[in-house]
C-alpha cells in the first residue's frame, strides 16, 4: 500500500471466532481487532466452535461489526477417548507437533487458497502460531504470525513438572517438535509479533527471528477500575481458563499444597475458583475440599476481584504474559504469584505484586497478607497505575495497526515469494 491512510483488507486465520471474550487468547484478540474493523475491512477465516449455539452468537457479532467470516466446514476432534490417545500415537510418525498437525487441515488450505483467488488481500494475520503451517507454503500475500506464547517453551515446562515417566517421555518429544517447528515458523515468516519483550527476545535468540515486534497484551481499565467494595482478607482468589493444562496444574498445587497450609495456619480463609470450562474432575475434587468453591463460567468476574483480598497465581506452566494479572491490578486486587505467573509483565516484585516460588512460601506469603493486608494493598494500588500507563487497550490496538500498515506495504513484492 502506497498510502498508509487507505483502509486495509485483512485475513485473519485462527482457530474458531474469538466470542464471546471468555479466555485470556479471545480477550487479547477482540480487544485488538474490534478497533481496527471501524476503519478498515477484516476478514475471519477458521473453525466453527464445538458449540454450535456459540458459534451462532459469535457470527451474528461480528456481522453487526463489519467483520466479514468465513467457518471451515471442519470440527476439531476432542480431547479425550481411545480416538484421542490413537491420534496422539499416529502423531509419533509425524515431523509436525500434535496441535499443528491437528489444525494444518486440507480443508483450511483450501479455504485459505480459494479466498485468496477470489479476493484482493492487503494482509494475512496468523492468530495463532500452529496456523502459519497453512499460510507459510501458500503464496497468498504478505502475512504475519500473532505469537501468544513461545509454545516450546510451555511443553518444556510441562516436560520438567510432569512426573508419570511415559507421559514425560510423549511431551519431550512433542516439545522438541515444536522446537523445530518454531524455529523453521519465527525464521522464515515475514514478520512476527509477541506478547511481551521476553518473548521477542527468546524468539531472537533461541530461533534466529530477526523480524519481531511486541504488542502487549492489556486491559479495559476503566471496565476494571475499582468500584469501592470492602474486600475481605481471607477471600482468595483463583481466576484461568479451566480447561488450560497449566491452569489446571496451577489448581491442583493449589489443592494439594497451598491451600491445606493456609488453612493450617488461618482457618478463616476460603478460596474461590473462578473460570470456564472446568472438567467433571474438578467439580469432585472441590467437593471434597474444605473452604473451597469453584464457580464455572460465570459472566462477569469483576464482582470476585473487588471482593476477594488476594488473588493467587501459582503457575508453573506457561507463556506469554497473564491478562488476569493486569484485570486483577486494574481492579486494584492484589496479586501474589509465582516469577512464571507473572513474567513477560512490566511489573516489580515487591512494588506491584508479591513473588513467590515455592508452595510453602506462597503459603507463608498468603497468610501474611491476610492477616496484615495493609502493605501489599499498596502494591495493587502502584500496580494500577502501571495498567493504566502501559497497557491500555486503545494504545495497544494502535501499535497492531501500525504493524499491519507497514506489512501490507510489502504486497507489490510478496507474491510467489514464500
Known amino acids: 500500500m502506497d498510502n498508509v491512510e487507505k483502509p486495509m483488507h485483512v485475513v485473519i486465520v485462527d482457530e474458531e471466532l474469538p466470542y464471546p471474550p471468555n479466555s485470556g487468547k479471545r480477550i487479547r484478540t477482540l480487544n485488538l481487532i474490534l478497533p481496527l474493523a471501524r476503519r478498515h475491512q477484516i476478514t475471519y477465516l477458521c473453525y466453527p466452535s464445538a458449540d454450535a449455539e456459540e458459534t451462532r452468537q459469535a457470527v451474528a457479532f461480528f456481522r453487526q461489526r463489519g467483520i466479514e ?4 466446514n471442519r470440527t476439531l476432534p476432542g480431547k479425550s477417548g481411545p480416538a484421542f490417545y490413537g491420534r496422539l500415537l ?24 480459494n479466498y485468496a483467488a477470489a479476493h484482493d488481500v492487503d494482509l494475512w494475520h496468523c492468530e495463532w502460531t500452529p496456523y502459519g503451517e497453512s499460510l507459510r507454503s501458500l503464496a497468498c500475500g504478505p502475512w504475519i504470525v500473532m505469537a501468544h506464547n513461545v509454545e516450546s517453551l510451555i ?55 530477526d523480524r519481531v515486534e511486541v504488542v ?24 484461568g481458563s479451566l480447561d488450560w493444562r497449566p491452569n489446571l496444574d496451577a489448581v491442583e498445587l493449589l489443592l494439594n499444597s497451598v491451600f491445606p497450609r493456609v488453612l493450617a495456619l488461618q482457618p478463616s480463609a476460603r478460596l474461590s475458583l473462578v473460570g470456564r470450562k472446568p ?8 467437593r471434597a475440599c474444605r473452604g473451597v468453591e469453584l464457580h464455572a463460567d460465570v459472566p462477569d468476574v469483576r464482582p470476585f ?46 512494588r506491584h505484586f508479591v513473588q513467590t516460588e515455592t508452595a510453602d512460601e506462597m503459603a507463608v506469603a498468603l497468610v501474611e497478607h491476610i492477616r496484615n493486608p495493609s502493605p501489599i494493598r499498596q502494591m495493587a494500588q502502584a500496580g494500577r497505575q502501571v495498567t493504566v500507563d502501559q497497557y491500555d487497550w486503545p494504545s495497544l490496538s494502535a501499535k497492531l495497526e501500525a504493524i499491519w500498515m507497514k506489512q501490507a506495504q510489502t504486497k507489490s513484492g510478496s507474491r510467489g515469494t514464500h
Open 305 to 350: 476481584l473487588h471482593e476477594c483480598g488476594l488473588m493467587v497465581v501459582p503457575l508453573r506452566i506457561g507463556g506469554g504474559s497473564r491478562l488476569k494479572i493486569l484485570e486483577a491490578l486494574a481492579a486494584e486486587c492484589p496479586v501474589v504469584s509465582t516469577r512464571i505467573g507473572a513474567e513477560g509483565l512490566r511489573l516489580t516484585p515487591g
Open 90 to 113: 499416529w502423531n509419533l510418525c509425524s515431523p509436525l507437533p500434535y496441535s499443528v498437525q491437528l489444525h494444518n487441515s486440507a480443508a483450511l488450505r483450501r479455504a485459505i487458497h
Open 155 to 209: 511443553w518444556q515446562r510441562y516436560c520438567e513438572n510432569e512426573a508419570n515417566p511415559l507421559k514425560r517421555w510423549y511431551i519431550k518429544r512433542q516439545w522438541r517438535k515444536f522446537e523445530r517447528f518454531e524455529r523453521r515458523m519465527f525464521s522464515t515468516a515475514p514478520l512476527t509479533v509477541a506478547v511481551s519483550e521476553s518473548d521477542s527476545r527468546l524468539i531472537r535468540e533461541q530461533f534466529g527471528a
Open 279 to 286: 472438567p467433571a474432575w474438578l467439580f469432585e475434587r472441590v
Open 216 to 239: 502487549d497484551n492489556g486491559v479495559d481499565v476503566a471496565y476494571f477500575q475499582p468500584n469501592g467494595a470492602v474486600r475481605d482478607p481471607s477471600h482468595l482468589l483463583f481466576l
Open 69 to 72: 467470516t468465513i467457518l471451515v
